[in-house]
């Protein structure tokens, strides 16, 4: 028999494939099993945190973005700033406008106007990025974007308005007034609520007391709602728990009907007969009972708005019972005021949001740029504030006095008309000051020089001069824009109280140097230099002369010759001395003889005389 041969090469190879299958099978199991473990000892992710992967919704893309912030204290120059920024956002192609904003609030116009410019702009999407912190205006205008994201430790709410008066600070504001501030500013944040999916019962609370609210849910579709105790005993039923609430009494109780922890309100109370609860452009008070004339306004405003609920009626039999409750939200005592978590949790802000960086992501974004005040709009803000319009008034109305003491020098002239832009042109670029009162200004000083160099006395012109030039310049102070419901301005009188405080320690401060001018005005090194010393056949002296030592230059009684015409203001001669008069009855031609009537630091007057003077008169002496 032959003997059958066996390869070995073959053999090998043939174990080898039998080993190699389980082999790979334990490796993926034992690869498997590390990835498992590592998974579970990695910290949870974060999920407010933007994710490179997270895809970005389509309403949110954005190839270009611009971030415009809003910091410090919110003013008009605020509101000037971000309507050109934003205007050349537009016209640059920038697919989204971030707003980030720290600011402590401010003027209430100011903010109102930059929600407008927000919800009017052709870019919209629009998104607010608290960092740090959005208090008051701030809060208001973020409500006003599309979306909102937040830094890690970032603070939303208390838009209570308040009231400030000079060396006072904040002053409390009557309730019957606060109420008639609220209508425009409940109307502001529930339209932005509406605009872009807020609960408009809990923005109700960013800015009014007495807001009271539950978290609701419905467990079959998971939707969330703030409900007021009328709306949780129809959705939910049964009594509301009132313990532990979400949001602290940070403010502290305000006093008020509307705001008492516990209130046992009927149902219904909280909505006005006359809105009824189905129509979707109806306003729902969310802190009980409002002064009618108020409500009725907001409801026009939603309505000229076409600002719709897309809230449900809870007092319907649909609702009753399906709702159960999530969380006691504020007792209604105090302002909301939320932190980064609480404005995720609540649906206000959609994530947190660190740096620009994250941005990007957020939108998945290919250009950021960052537009922010020009030196221009600060030196203007600047030239605003009340100290520095205080020193420009002073110095007006000093060289404004010099000029006219002494015509002809222009250098007083020059400053004072550099002091007057410096005064009215910033506050006429943000409606601090309307022509007609620039035109008040311009005509009180015309009216003043009529009555110094053309009509003799201190009359009809010279005081309406003055009521002119002063009330034009406290009006300067005063918004000229009227865009709240009267009398719901509560910057208004604030600022008409600095405007008149301003004013009148400016003129005092002014006539007092002024005096001190007038006084010592021969031995002052630099303005000594404005007095032209006369002497006979030399240059003729000034009014600052004879006002510095009028005494000196003329008494009632004095007789002298006029070498001027008189119109009524001229010169006439004394003895050896050529000083400023003006006529006190009618014209005086050149070469009359005259004779001092009045002498004060401020003002000779001369009447014409017909008779020849005593010897020694002509020159100066008083006749005996």
């Known amino acids: 028999m032959g003997r059958e041969r066996t390869s070995i090469p073959g053999t090998v190879a043939a174990a080898a494939r039998a080993v190699r299958g389980p082999f790979l099978a334990l490796r993926a199991a034992a690869l498997a099993v590390l990835a498992a473990c590592a998974l579970a000892a990695a910290p949870p992710a974060d999920q407010s945190q933007p994710s490179a ?31 050109r920024r934003l205007a050349r956002a537009e016209r640059e192609g920038a697919d989204a406008a971030v707003f980030e904003i720290d600011t402590p609030g401010g003027n209430v116009l100011a903010v109102l106007a930059i929600c407008n410019l927000i919800k009017g702009s052709s870019i919209s999407n629009t998104v607010a990025w608290i960092n740090h912190d959005a208090y008051s205006g701030g809060a208001i205008i973020a409500l006003a974007c599309r979306e909102i994201v937040v830094h890690d430790y970032a603070t939303f709410g208390d838009a209570l308005p308040v009231a400030a008066a000079p060396l006072v600070g904040m002053v409390p504001i009557p309730e019957a007034e606060r109420e008639k501030i609220m209508g425009p500013l409940l109307l502001e944040v529930v339209d932005s609520a509406r605009r872009n999916n807020y609960d408009e019962m809990l923005v109700q609370g960013v800015v009014r007391r007495g807001v009271e609210l539950w978290l609701i849910e419905n467990p079959a579709t998971g939707a969330r709602y703030f409900v007021t105790e009328a709306e949780y005993r129809a959705a939910v039923g049964g009594e509301p728990a009132r313990v532990n609430p979400t949001l602290p009494s940070v403010t502290g109780p305000s006093g008020g009907a509307d705001a ?3 209130r046992a309100a009927a149902p219904g109370s909280d909505s006005p007969p006359q809105l009824g609860g189905a129509d979707p452009l109806a306003f729902r008070p969310a802190a009980g009972a409002m002064d009618p004339r ?23 039999p649909e609702h009753a019972g399906r709702y159960r409750v999530v969380e006691y939200v504020s007792d209604g005592h105090g302002i909301f005021v939320l932190k980064s978590e609480q404005l995720i949790r609540f649906g206000l802000a959609t994530q947190k949001v660190r740096d620009e960086d994250q941005l990007r992501a957020y939108f998945g974004a290919q250009n950021i740029v960052r537009l922010g005040p020009t030196w221009s709009e600060g030196l203007a803000r600047a030239m605003t504030l009340p100290w520095v319009r205080g020193l420009l008034i002073v110095v007006f109305l000093i060289c ?15 400053i004072a008309a550099a002091a007057l832009i410096g005064l009215v042109v910033p506050p006429l670029l943000v409606d601090m000051a309307a022509w007609w009162e620039v035109a008040a200004i311009v005509a009180g000083v015309a009216l003043i020089a009529m009555e110094l160099f053309v009509i003799p006395g201190f009359g009809v012109c010279g005081v309406l001069g003055v009521v002119l030039l002063f009330g034009g310049l406290v009006a300067t102070f005063v918004g000229s824009d009227g865009r709240l419901f009267p009398g719901a301005n509560p910057d208004r009188s604030s600022e008409l109280t600095w405007g008149v405080v301003t004013v009148l320690v400016s003129a005092l401060t002014s006539g007092g140097i002024i005096y001190m001018i007038a006084k010592h005005l021969p031995s002052t090194p630099l303005l000594g230099r404005l007095v032209l010393k006369e002497s006979l056949g030399g240059p003729e002296p000034t009014m600052l002369e004879a006002m510095a030592a009028t005494a000196a230059l003329a008494r009632v009684g004095d007789v002298g010759r006029a070498i001027t015409p008189l119109r009524p203001a001229g010169r006439v001669q004394m003895g050896e001395r050529i000083i400023d008069a003006v006529s006190d009855l009618g014209f005086i031609p050149a070469g009359a003889q005259v004779r001092v009537t009045s002498s004060d630091p401020f003002r000779i007057g001369v009447e014409m005389v017909d008779d020849v003077p005593p010897h020694g008169a002509a020159q100066g002496a008083s006749p005996a």
């Open 53 to 83: 992967v997270q895809p970005v919704p389509s309403a949110r893309a954005a190839k270009n973005v611009v971030i415009i912030s809003i910091t410090g204290r919110i003013d008009r120059w605020t509101a000037f700033g971000v309507q």
């Open 260 to 262: 008492t922890p516990g």
């Open 294 to 316: 108020a409500v009725h306004e907001i409801n026009e405003g939603l309505e000229l708005r076409a600002s719709r609920s897309s809230r449900p009626d809870f007092r319907t």
């Open 400 to 414: 404004l006095f010099l000029e006219m003491s002494s015509p002809g020098v222009s250098v007083p002239g020059a």
